[in-house]
């Protein structure tokens, strides 16, 4: 499981199959292979539909089988506000993933997301800033505060950002 994180998206699928083979129950794995299928890139559009139906079942399967896991409920609301474009049914699940655990810093990074999408950068921003003051090195947390600043036409600070993040990435 822990492997299948670290690896390209493409690639995550089958190491997350086996892992689910040894442990049919394991929700985090459900978790993340729902992720997976919502993040992975199709090589035309007709597979779209595949790949869409196989996140939801695999987010829904997470949930069930892990209902007080705060990651669940966080894949749940990214696969919703991928897949469903609502971010309105993704933020009922991001909310719960907050409630289950105050200390999830990705769940406030995809809530923010979901809150960028509905036009409400007020709150998008108090999220990421609640997400910054949790995990200051979160990766997910860098693409959001630039999602943030691109989206909220921000050119300046989102060219400021992407600058800071590549000199803080180079060795010395």
């Known amino acids: ?3 299948a994180k670290q690896l390209p998206w493409s690639k995550r699928v089958d190491t997350l199959q086996s892992v689910l083979k040894k442990d049919s129950t394991f929700s985090l794995a459900w978790a993340e292979l729902a992720s997976t299928y919502s993040k992975i890139p199709w090589r035309n559009q007709s597979e779209k539909p ?4 196989k996140s939801l079942d695999a987010a829904l399967t997470a949930v069930a089988l892990g209902p007080e896991r705060s990651e669940t409920h966080m894949i749940l609301g990214d696969v919703l506000k991928i897949n469903t474009l609502s971010s309105s049914l993704a933020i009922k699940e991001l909310n719960r993933s907050i409630e289950l655990n105050p200390n999830n810093a990705e ?16 709150v998008a921003e108090k999220n990421l800033q609640k997400a910054k003051s949790l995990d200051p090195l979160s990766s997910i947390m860098h693409s959001g505060w630039l999602n943030y600043y691109r989206y909220s036409r ?17 060795p010395d």
């Open 107 to 122: 769940g406030y990074v995809y809530l923010a997301f979901a809150k960028m999408e509905m036009g409400n950068f007020v």
């Open 50 to 53: 595949f790949y869409v139906r």
């Open 154 to 170: 921000n050119p300046e600070k989102f060219l400021a950002y992407r600058n800071s993040i590549r000199s803080a990435s180079r």
């Open 1 to 3: 499981y822990l492997r």
